[in-house]
């Protein structure tokens, strides 16, 4: 079965993958921004017991992973201030640095009461002063919304960091397999398993407001779409016609589903309405449509289709009406997902056998392809836009990769026990 065939009935057969535990997960930088900006985020220091989590070093990979920020290693200091009054800007001036940061940790009880200043090097202003109290297992979370403060005052966007992202792995069990969707850190830490079958799970989505997750099980041998809560872990079947229910994806208010199905003939685009039911069919004819994703605004969503001979994108209104043609450079172009603000739609692009994440200027229609991969699939935009999660190939495994929307930076986040494939990424 070819590559092509393989991606349209959304990866039915899908690689052996295995679990993937928090402890054995590497994140590796394989491709840095050569305009990154300097800063030197000084260890806080630490009084009464705070636990295993280091912040600085989960700030230090937040920081240097966006490819906004080149971070100073800690034994390049030549100080390490915890208070403002201790700082020697002329030390960080010297190590060619623009920002600083330093902050204290205090355990008291089962809480910690952490704070931090940023500073601008060149001329000692404090740009940011900040504290706040977490509970004895919101030590890594404090530091992602650490790395989010400093990564909005520094670029005028908002972080992502302290968000999250779900994923489907799988383990040996007797003889056979069980699939797991599990949700975890931005980063990949903190797993958490919520379902798993001991046949296929594909195709999360979460729903806009991150208290949902679409998904498709094969837990009856047949595939079936479910939506689950999240804080509740009940879930629900929303769909299970005969042949192909796949593809799930919430619209914009969460109302609807955008899927996949083949009953009636050849699969092709439909909108499901979660309250009462109603499906309405937005394609039809002998082609494979799937891979629906709504615009932000809800008007149109976006499919892949073979219409025109080979996997291309198009798009169609989401009340109905005649598609047309969006993507035209390379031999494949599929998995379109739009950016929060609509401006930009991430793809697997593919050409000369080769198969990489890409994004196209929705303005231009210029496509930019990011990844340098061959077979990397399953592009998933950050919240902020500013970078997009995949899965991409290593070693004959599959593993999570980030990168920057302008393909300076790239990251793999490596589960050292498996395989992790069809990322998604929480609003």
Known sequence: MSLVTKTFFMGLLLALLSVAQAEELTIEITKGSQTAVPIAIVPFAQQGAVGNVKLTEVINSDLAGSGFFKTLAEEDMLTQPSEPEKVNFRDWQVLGQDYLVIGQVVGNGGSFNIQFHLFNVHNGQLLMGYKLTVGGNELRRAAHHISDLIYEKLTGRKGAFNTRIAYVTSAARGNGKQ???????????????????????????????????????????????????????????????????????FSPDGSRLAITLSKDGSPDIYVLNLANRN?????????????????????????????????????IPSTGGRPTRLTFQGDYNARGRFSADGRSLAMVNGNGGRYRIAVMDMASRTVNVLSEGNLDESPSFAPNGSMILFSANKGGRSVLSVVSTDGAMQQKLDFQSGGVREPAWAP
């Open 179 to 249: 699939y797991m969707l599990q949700v975890a850190d931005a980063d990949g830490y903190n797993p958490r398993t919520i379902a798993e079958s001991p046949e296929p799970i594909m195709a999360p989505a979460w729903s806009p407001d991150g208290s949902k997750i679409a998904y498709v099980s094969f837990h009856t041998k047949r595939s079936e779409i479910f939506v689950q809560t999240l804080a509740t872990g009940q879930r629900q079947s929303v769909s299970s016609y005969p042949g192909i229910n796949g593809a799930p994806a």
């Open 279 to 315: 499906l309405t069919r937005l394609t039809s004819g002998l082609s494979i449509d799937t891979e629906p994703s709504w615009s932000p605004d809800g008007s149109t969503i976006v499919f892949t289709s073979d219409q025109g001979g080979k996997p291309q994108l198009y798009m």
